[in-house]
């Protein structure tokens, strides 16, 4: 069965605990939340040893695509033979979750439904039988707590578990894995890089189209457009070039989300997202563990060599200048209106796509993290930056100023080079 919780004392309509640069990851609404102090990716990450408690090693800065991507042991094009009905793209991460269930490797899965009174509403769920996963499909925006819900499968004696989650939450869960004595954790992770509240996100959809109450979906594709779908079966696509951005206000995206330096969810046993999938999802698998799970969904999950085209330098390098602008406190500089189709034909045309398309979107989140937080949290620089983004963004003169890097020893994980190529 599926617990829609509180199943204890949790509630999850209660504000968090106030926490500076915090997504509600659920952490703080634990027994023991004073653990946030040395867990949370926004206070002391530590991705070189979080990396190696998990995958046994660090990731190789040397190594482009490790450098990009994380630590992995293969990556694929991929699609769901027979698609999950109502489920974001084909449905992998959904079915995956559920042949955890069917084969009996886990005995539930914490991961994160729809409020039964808003679909785009995160709720996090304890899920136990297969069939229940249904409720999971999909995309929610806001935050969602679902690293509350480990207290609540202590309660229930549950010691086989599997997380589907964004990085935040993974990077805290690794950091307190030990504590937690269980027998088999199999983590499942999704990419994540522009969350925002809830009630933001339906003036995005008002912002969209005149029918936002209808949206049944909405899916940002490696092609440079949005993907809306409404109840009544239309479709509707919005190139990346005409998206309101100007209209949204500067926190529409908080924070912590424009300084998160773990876009790929490095933590995850095996992630599931979009970026470098080319019209298909984009599977890594990190570890033996993720690659076990992966050949649990045997036949059912075609796979193919993922595939790379164009040029990101000159793209991203844009995108730095205006990032840099932005943060300064200048304000975003658009095209004109009449040109924006044209330049959204262009993106979809002659744009970076496959790997390409994943290296861009990287890098970009790199520098935005660093611009942001050096505009508005000066001081936290030193912890929240990590060698590999300080790597990624130099190439784009985008490199640490006095006092924001911290003493590294020389290593392939410590210390990255001082403008690698762009590839």
């Not at 894995?177 to 999704?190: D, F, H, K, N």
């Not at 985008?398 to 924001?404: A, F, Y």
């Amino acid at each position: 069965m599926a617990i829609a919780l509180p199943l204890l004392a949790t509630d999850f309509d209660a504000p968090p605990p106030f926490r500076d640069l915090c997504t509600d990851c659920g952490l703080s609404r634990t027994s023991e939340p004073s653990r946030c102090g040395t867990a949370c990716q926004f206070i002391a990450p530590d991705y070189p040893r979080l990396e190696t408690q998990v995958h046994g090693r660090p990731r190789d800065l040397t190594i482009p695509d490790e450098l990009h991507f994380g630590p992995h042991t293969a990556m694929w094009r991929a699609r769901m033979r027979t698609p999950v009905d109502g489920a974001q793209w084909t449905g992998i991460t959904t079915r995956l979750a559920a042949r955890l269930l069917e084969t009996g490797e886990v005995d539930a899965v914490l991961a994160t439904a729809a409020d039964p009174d808003d679909r785009w509403r995160p709720r996090p769920v304890l899920v136990r039988q297969a069939s229940d996963m249904a409720q999971c499909r999909g995309m929610r925006m806001g935050y969602s707590p679902v690293l509350a819900l480990l207290d609540e499968a202590a309660a229930l004696g549950l010691r086989r578990l599997a997380i589907v989650g964004v990085p935040c939450q993974i990077h805290a869960l690794r950091a307190i894995e030990a504590e937690l004595g269980l027998e088999r954790l199999i983590v499942i992770g999704t990419p994540c890089s522009d969350n925002t509240h809830t009630e933001r996100f339906h003036h995005f959809l008002s912002l969209l189209t005149p029918r936002p109450g209808d949206v049944t979906y909405l899916e940002f594709l490696a092609d440079y457009r949005v993907e809306l779908r409404f109840a009544d079966g239309a479709v509707q696509h919005v190139a990346y070039a005409q998206l309101p951005i100007d209209k949204l206000p500067r926190d529409f995206i908080p924070l912590t989300c424009r300084s998160c330096f773990d876009y790929t969810n490095a933590l995850a046993d095996v992630v599931v997202g979009y970026l470098a999938g080319d019209g298909d999802q984009w599977v890594i698998a990190r570890n033996e563990r993720g690659l076990a799970a992966l050949a649990l969904l045997g036949d059912e999950l075609e796979r193919e060599l993922l595939t790379t085209r164009g040029a990101r330098a000159k793209a991203v390098g844009i995108v730095a200048g205006a990032l840099a602008r932005q943060a300064g406190g200048l304000p975003l500089r658009r095209a004109p209106v009449w040109a924006r189709p044209m330049i959204g034909w262009m993106q979809r045309r002659f744009g970076p796509r496959g790997l390409e398309f994943a290296r861009a979107r990287i890098e970009m989140k790199a520098i935005e993290g660093v611009l942001n937080l050096r505009a508005e949290r000066p001081r936290r620089m030193r912890r929240l930056v990590p060698a590999h983004a300080w790597a990624l963004a130099a190439p784009y003169a985008v490199t640490p100023l006095d006092g924001e890097r911290t003493m590294e020893t020389t290593t392939r994980h410590g210390t990255a080079p001082t403008a690698p190529a762009v590839r």
